[in-house]
Antibody, heavy 120, light 113 residues
Framework: QVQLVESGGGVVQPGRSLRLSCAAS????????IHWVRQAPGKGLEWVAIISSDGTTTHYADSVKGRFSISRDNSKNTVYLQMNSLRPEDTAVHYC?????????????WGQGTLVTVSS | DIVMTQSPDSLAVSLGERATISCKSG????????????LAWYQQRPGQPPKLLIRWASTRESGVPDRFSGSGSGADFTLTISALQAEDVAVYYC?????????FGQGTRLEIK
């Protein structure tokens, strides 16, 4: 079955960096785009970034542009989110999510998420 | 950016009764190239990640009970639960995937009256 397992979350001080990983299984990873979406405690969903199936195209939310970088290694079925210059407002559960096979920006499956806490 | 606005923010409905959630987008999400509405609905139960219920505004995902239905076009959409069950307690989000950045509504919390 489809699985997305996030890791790498934790507590980090403002201004520091963190790298999240998303390990995929149960589907042909190289055929799908992958998103990161986050949810601050008690709040709604905020889309963060997307990477195309071949890794050549990326898009970012304005709130993270220039600070976050999404990448993937199709040989390892893994997507990464490098988060630099972290701010307290980046505190959230970060979900890895699969893009739909249609090639649109639709998200059809979500991982369980990993919590990132930015605090001094 | 396309702003998505849901109403109401919260809703309490009796078991077996109908629940209706509205979602309006700041601009049309109907594509002229394929005549599809790029609008999805997600359910997020407490402590769980979101789950895709409906795509293209009205196409129910496999395994989603038929009491869930989506309707609307252009910039005005509705999610209807025809007869509320206890397991439907959740927060529901609409999302446009017409253009980047992808945007979500603020969510509607559905409870049992």
């Amino acid at each position: 079955q489809v699985q997305l397992v996030e890791s790498g979350g934790g507590v980090v001080q403002p201004g520091r960096s963190l790298r999240l990983s998303c390990a995929a299984s149960g589907f042909i990873f190289s055929g799908y785009s992958i998103h990161w979406v986050r949810q601050a405690p008690g709040k709604g969903l905020e889309w963060v970034a997307i990477i195309s199936s071949d890794g050549t195209t990326t898009h970012y939310a304005d709130s993270v542009k220039g600070r976050f970088s999404i990448s993937r290694d199709n040989s390892k079925n893994t997507v990464y989110l490098q988060m630099n210059s972290l701010r307290p407002e980046d505190t959230a559960v970060h979900y890895c999510a699969r893009g739909h096979a249609s090639g649109s920006f639709l998200i059809d499956f979500w991982g369980q998420g990993t919590l990132v806490t930015v605090s001094s | 950016d396309i702003v998505m606005t849901q109403s109401p923010d919260s809703l309490a409905v009796s078991l077996g009764e109908r629940a209706t959630i509205s979602c309006k987008s700041g601009q049309s999400v109907l594509s002229s190239s394929d005549n599809r509405n790029y609008l999805a609905w997600y359910q997020q139960r407490p402590g769980q990640p979101p789950k895709l219920l409906i795509r293209w505004a009205s196409t129910r995902e496999s395994g989603v009970p038929d009491r869930f239905s989506g309707s609307g076009s252009g910039a005005d959409f509705t999610l209807t639960i025809s007869a509320l069950q206890a397991e439907d307690v959740a927060v529901y989000y609409c999302q446009q995937y017409y253009s980047s950045p992808i945007t979500f509504g603020q969510g509607t919390r559905l409870e049992i009256k």
